[in-house]
């Protein structure tokens, strides 16, 4: 499943590509479990739009859209298409002569002579347009302030990795990224989050915001033609410290990396290194 770091590579290479082009017809596939909202709504939002932006909410793709026909009466209008990928999404920028894959459900084509396709196999991911603008329940972990960072915490009981994943307080953090902040943070995973001091708390967010822009740098630099490709390779170059590890040595202080399941999830850390 794409996390926060791939989305973001992801819809930066999305933006490069198709940034100013315009949407002049849709085609949406038969299969209802990717559209979340009804193809006629889909289709009748994209086509004609120009394309403003598309950037990283959460772990959603957002397409800025400008001038669709949303409303309905005949005035420009803008818009928004909310792609999230799900386990097996992607999105294919191809030339409209290549072969188009199984499992497509969605393709977009564009003024440039391009085509976007969407394609899923397991049909996880999800299509939807909005009128409004579109935020994701939770807060933003890349900017998120220390003060709202200690916010999210300070009153609740669970274990931290838990409330690391929960989307609806920071959006976006996956189980590697989770795994591997705890640990350069120095923080166990199951630590009630009410007991974290502050200096922790900051520890935690300086080490999650360093652990995911390491991850975006590196999937930016190393699969930079992703959107065309057809893999997940080169995704997940961070070095992973903790996460993946079970049995190994530490890489600070040689201790075994011990493996426990938090919120249902396979948690890695080391005994020593994290309080
Ligand atoms: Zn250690």
Redesign the pocket.
């Known amino acids: 499943m794409p996390e926060l770091p791939e989305v973001e590579t992801i819809a930066n290479g999305l933006h490069q590509r198709l940034r100013g082009d315009r949407i002049e017809s849709v085609w949406v596939g038969r299969k209802p479990e990717p559209l979340k909202s009804p193809a006629a709504v889909i289709a009748r939002t994209l086509e004609g739009a120009r394309v403003e932006r598309v950037r990283r909410v959460g772990k959603h793709i957002v397409f800025d859209l400008q001038g669709s026909e949303l409303r309905g009466n005949g005035q420009s209008a803008t818009g928004q298409w909310i792609v999230h990928l799900g386990m097996t999404g992607r999105m294919l920028v191809a030339d409209p002569e290549s072969e188009i894959p199984k499992h497509t459900h969605l393709v977009a084509r564009l003024a440039s002579g391009k085509e976007l396709r969407f394609v899923d196999p397991r049909r996880f991911g999800r299509l939807e347009v909005r009128k409004g603008d579109f935020a994701g329940p939770g807060a933003e972990p890349l900017t998120i302030s220390e003060e709202g960072f200690a916010r999210l915490f300070h009153r609740r009981t669970a274990p931290i990795k838990a409330l690391l994943l929960n989307q609806t307080l920071l959006h976006g953090v996956g189980n590697i990224y989770a795994d591997e902040s705890l640990f350069r943070a120095g923080v166990r995973p199951r630590r009630r989050a009410n007991s974290l001091s502050r200096a922790e708390l900051s520890a935690l967010r300086k080490s999650l915001r360093h652990v995911l822009k390491e991850a975006i740098a590196a999937g930016g630099s190393s699969v930079s033609d992703y959107v065309d490709a057809d893999g997940e390779e080169g995704f997940f170059q961070l070095q992973h410290r903790a996460y993946g590890r079970e049995g190994e040595p530490?890489?600070?202080?040689?201790?075994k990396?011990k493996k426990i399941i938090v919120a249902g999830r396979g948690t890695h850390y080391?005994?020593?290194?994290?309080k």
């Open positions: 530490c890489l600070v202080c040689k201790s990396i080391c005994p020593k290194c994290q």
